[in-house]
């Protein structure tokens, strides 16, 4: 196989789990979000979570999204992460 495959390949796995992994820690904190607007800890815990995590690579530093990936299956577009509807 050659390599630029095998690199595409591996991309590919990684944006899965990361999407996996965002989708079970969304699930999970769905049962926090009633406390969220009083209990700053769970906020600044969130926050520390999606520094760590690298979130605001691709989901801008206020977690907007815009960030644009050009693949062969097309552009991907980091999306909108953040409180915000906007």
Known sequence: MP?????????????????????????????????????????DHGE????????MSCHGEDLSGGYQVETPMGTIVASNISPSRK
């Open 3 to 43: 390599r630029a495959k095998r690199s595409l390949k591996v991309l590919y796995r990684a944006l899965a789990r990361l999407a996996a992994a965002f989708v079970a820690l969304m699930l999970a904190g769905s049962g926090f979000a009633a406390n969220a607007e009083t209990d700053s800890s769970i906020l």
């Open 48 to 55: 520390y979570i999606a520094r760590a995590s690298g979130c």
